[in-house]
């Protein structure tokens, strides 16, 4: 059946000839899907302004060889909030080149569609760095690449004391003791590592209530990107972005020095 209608989130776009995109939409019912979008970027279109990053749409497209073709699409959220808001939309960006790394086509992945789904919902309205680092423990855990933390991951003694590590390479915690043994290993604290448990299993209708410091919320972000980009294989471009704007952000509120 060369025809098939599918729920998806469009996480990668790229414009194609004068008129098309080309986009990867993450489906609820066929994984990954390569498509083209022909005429959208033309003014009458009516695709003009649902053929974008995030959208949340029905679409129906056309099997082809090498690339499918949308057909029709309609519109069910464009995610105005994240938009309108350059932090959110750096982190929603980040959202979005993560899951592009770990979709596959074909493959059903129901759960990894409404993770996609929440998270965007909750960009819209939460603190997003909080958002986006419950994103990536949650998706760590939903694929099965859950870091090891109940004990050291090298020699197998109980994680203690004020500073401990974490190596992606090894997939887990280090103790103070082991933690030169990977020489790339983030330092951090032990609350870091007992919050990424946390956070695996946390209700995420409850989010607002969690309470990270701002040095927590570091740790795990630069903890989990570098475990993400290991697992991907790829440096994770929108991350750099995201730190670049913090700077920008920081030398404003305390100026120049």
Request: hydrophobic share 40%; net charge positive; aromatic share 8%.
């Amino acid at each position: 059946m060369k025809d098939y209608q599918t729920e998806g989130i469009i996480i990668r776009v790229r414009d194609y000839g004068e008129a098309d995109r080309i986009v990867t939409i993450l489906t609820s019912g066929y994984g990954k899907v390569q498509a083209i979008a022909k005429g959208c970027r033309k003014p009458k279109s009516r695709k003009r302004g649902l053929i974008q990053l995030f959208t949340h749409a029905d679409f129906v497209l056309y099997r082809g060889r090498n690339l499918d073709t949308i057909t029709q699409c309609e519109g069910k959220e464009s995610f105005a909030g994240i938009r309108g808001d350059l932090d959110r939309m750096a982190y929603a960006a980040y959202l979005a080149e993560v899951l592009d790394g770990f979709a596959v086509s074909g493959e059903i992945q129901e759960d990894l569609f409404y993770l996609a789904l929440v998270c965007l919902h909750l960009l819209t309205v939460e603190d997003p760095e909080l958002v986006t680092r419950v994103f990536e423990v949650r998706i760590m855990r939903l694929l099965g690449y859950m870091p090891h933390l109940d004990d050291c991951v090298h020699c197998g003694s109980s994680l203690k004391g004020s500073q401990v590590a974490f190596s992606s390479s090894m997939g887990g915690g280090l103790c103070g003791i082991c933690s030169s043994t990977d020489p790339e290993a983030a330092v951090c604290t032990l609350g870091t590592l007992n919050m990424l448990k946390q956070l695996s299993r946390w209700d995420l209708k409850r989010l607002r209530v969690l309470r990270l410091t701002a040095k927590m919320k570091r740790e795990i972000g630069e903890i989990m990107q570098q475990y993400i980009s290991q697992r991907i294989e790829k440096r994770i471009r929108s991350a750099d972005f995201i730190q670049s704007l913090a700077s920008v952000q920081n030398k404003g509120e305390f100026g120049e020095y």
